[in-house]
């Protein structure tokens, strides 16, 4: 079984400065994904990054990054250049090689909240 | 493109009251289907998932069932609702192949079971 831990429940962040949100997860399951998620106030769920376990590089979307660190079982989301449309509940999920049909395991999420 | 629609968008309904929200896909064939509830402040709770039609597993033993009549509509359903049934349900699709199965999901109905 897979467990995504975020312990950052809330952020403050002033525009244009850059943001990591912290995840680590726990799995035995040789290969695995990340991602990471956007939920707006209006409370649909965006796709924003992806990262495979043998993946070389760290993905990189636009202002989004990926941290992604095997040792430590750790896969940070780094928002450069934040802007007020980036407030929002971010959440961390993973899935497992083991699991053919791609059920996802997400974490508790981290409320981002923008300034001016 | 690909889109999903959940509907009704927002719904208020009495306890004991049967429940029937639906989901559907447009513009992909086979997927996989997820219904998530999240409460207020919560992450996702992985209820039900579909790999296809008439496949229904369940994650959680609750008060909710779900079904797939079709390829791509995914049906909540409750025969009485509860108090704990409140909270935000989403519906979510992926495709069928590889590790990396970003779901896409739709815009969510908000339920308070009163």
């Known amino acids: 079984a897979q467990k995504i831990t975020q312990t950052q429940p809330g952020m403050f962040v002033q525009e244009k400065e850059a943001v990591t949100l912290d995840c680590t997860y726990d799995t035995s399951d040789p290969s695995y994904g990340l991602f990471w998620y956007k939920q707006p106030s209006s409370g649909e769920m965006i796709f924003l990054i992806y990262q495979g376990s043998y993946d070389q590089q760290n993905a990189t979307e636009g202002r989004y990054s990926l941290n992604f660190q095997k040792a430590r079982k750790s896969a940070n989301l780094v928002i450069s250049a934040s802007q007020l449309g980036d407030s929002a509940m971010y959440f961390c999920a993973s899935s497992a090689s083991t699991d053919s049909w791609g059920k996802l395991q997400f974490g508790a999420g981290t409320q981002v909240v923008v300034t001016p | 493109s690909q889109t999903i629609h959940q509907w009704p968008a927002t719904l208020v309904q009495p306890v004991g009251s049967p429940l029937s929200l639906e989901c559907t896909v447009e513009?992909?064939?086979?997927?996989?289907l997820y219904w998530y509830r999240q409460a207020a402040g919560r992450g996702l709770q992985l209820l039900f998932y579909?790999?296809?039609?008439?496949?229904i597993s369940s994650e959680v033993p609750q008060n909710l069932s779900a079904s797939r009549p079709q390829d791509r509509q995914f049906i909540l359903s409750s025969k009485k609702l509860l108090l704990s049934d409140s909270g935000f349900y989403l519906c979510a699709w992926s495709t069928a192949l590889g590790l990396s199965y970003e779901q896409y999901f739709g815009p969510g109905t908000r339920l308070t079971v009163t």
């Open positions: 579909s790999v296809g039609i008439g496949q």
């Open positions: 513009g992909t064939s086979n997927p996989n």
